[in-house]
């Protein structure tokens, strides 16, 4: 079974959550990159403003290609989320609940995940160009002169995703293999 899930993603939705749970993300999520983190840690050490609203937000570890004619945005697959392990933590204390890569996460920000309440999905690598097929609409509303690293507002329907690491620290990169091998002995 797949939950749908539509965004904003609340501290409520993201509790039903669990390690392993097939979801279809719809509504607005957002993308961001190692340089784009990187400023928006800057903004929160400076208690500046964020150019985005974090709160209840769902951030797509992505830097997609150039759209080609006839395209909302090219390629959209999600990069390695450990390049932001540095920067999640903060952001998750301002009230953001989602956040969309692949690979795994540092013990901060699980801490922060399980402390603050969120949740980490897991996009399949390699699929970029089938995951744009679930982009509707795309525009950037940050950090242009980051191209590819810019942050952009992404129109999602039915986006898939696995939950990797829910908001109680369940972790599927643990459980997963532990399960597989008590199956198959």
């Given amino acids: 079974m797949q939950i749908k899930i539509n ?4 501290r409520k939705k993201v509790k039903t959550l669990k390690a392993g749970d097939s979801c279809l993300i719809s509504g ?25 609203d974090v709160k209840d937000s769902i ?13 909302v945005i090219g390629s959209a697959g999600p990069t390695t989320s450990y390049r932001m392990d540095a920067y999640s933590p903060d952001l998750i204390r301002l009230g953001q609940t989602g956040m969309i890569g692949k690979g795994k996460r540092n ?13 980490y999905f897991g996009a399949i690598g390699g699929c970029g160009a089938l ?17 590819a690293e810019a942050i952009y507002k992404l129109e999602v329907e039915d986006f898939p995703v696995v939950v ?22």
């Fill in 131 to 147: 995951l744009s097929k679930c982009i509707k609409k795309s525009e950037i509303v940050a950090y242009a002169d980051l191209g």
């Fill in 7 to 10: 965004t904003p993603l609340t």
């Fill in 28 to 52: 607005t999520i957002y993308t961001a990159r190692d340089a784009a983190h990187k400023r928006l840690k800057a903004l929160i050490d400076e208690n500046k403003p964020l150019p985005i």
């Fill in 107 to 119: 013990n901060e920000v699980i801490s922060a995940m399980k402390t603050h309440g969120a949740v």
């Fill in 164 to 185: 990797i690491i829910d908001s109680n620290g369940n972790n599927l990169y643990e459980t997963g293999p532990k399960d597989y091998l008590k199956q198959n002995k």
């Fill in 59 to 71: 951030i797509y570890f992505v830097g997609p290609t150039p759209a080609k004619d006839g395209q």
